[in-house]
């Protein structure tokens, strides 16, 4: 493995770490939201100066249906982003607070909202399109063949995936998503540890999702 793809993975892991403790918001405090916010931001430029030379084949070679999801899945991630960054700068009390722009904080506060959430699901499956790249780079610290080991990983992906969805529904994600409620609400008297493993378990359901929609796809063109 280069150190490119070195830097990749550790810029994926960041990110992915960024994006989970980014969700608690009022129990980990608004400053440090705002710093993994910006931090989060900033590793999103570096993920795609890395990976740079998708960019640069966009308009080259058939869209076939893979390609076509992850490239929307990439341009929705990118407006979530955006949209996050934008309007987390305007509602921003500490890391951006100089720049005194609040008067829009109202309208800012429910883009901020779903572009998160919305954002929190695409980059799951985009993780999860690309998870077998992981499994692979995993597999070469374990070359041998292993049905147990291939057994195991597949029955916790089943059970992450199937808390997920218990995840998904008692955090009432969806509300988010749909922008039926316009402020995320926390029980203050429950550990953070326990939001934030709900949250990983969501994100492994759409993990999930997305890593066995890019096998669906890859049988379906194969046959």
């Known amino acids: ?89 305007i509602l921003s009390r500490h890391v951006f607070a100089f720049l005194k722009i609040r008067d829009l904080s109202a309208p800012a506060r429910v883009i901020h909202m779903t572009c998160a959430y919305w954002g929190f699901v695409l980059m799951s499956l985009h993780l999860g399109i690309h998870w077998g790249m992981m499994m692979g780079m995993a597999g070469k610290i374990f070359p041998k063949p292993s049905k147990a080991r291939n057994w195991i990983l597949r029955l916790a992906g089943i059970g992450i995936a199937g808390y997920g969805i218990y995840a998904f529904i008692k955090r009432d994600i969806l509300s988010y998503l749909l922008m039926q409620v316009q402020y995320v609400f926390f029980n203050f008297e429950e550990p953070v540890i326990f939001f934030i493993l709900d949250y990983m378990a969501a994100m492994g359901l759409f993990v999930f999702i997305g890593y066995y929609l890019r096998k669906r796809l890859a049988r379906k063109r194969q046959g």
């Open 1 to 89: 493995m280069n150190r490119k793809q070195q830097a990749k993975i550790a810029v994926d892991i960041f990110m992915t770490l960024c994006l989970l403790f980014l969700m608690p918001y009022e129990l980990i405090g608004e400053a440090i939201h705002e710093w993994i916010g910006a931090g989060m931001f900033l590793l999103f430029i570096l993920h795609h100066i890395l990976n740079r030379k998708w960019t640069g084949n966009l308009t080259k070679g058939r869209y076939k249906p893979l390609r076509i999801i992850q490239t929307i899945l990439v341009m929705l991630i990118l407006i979530c982003i955006l949209g996050s960054m934008a309007s987390g700068i």
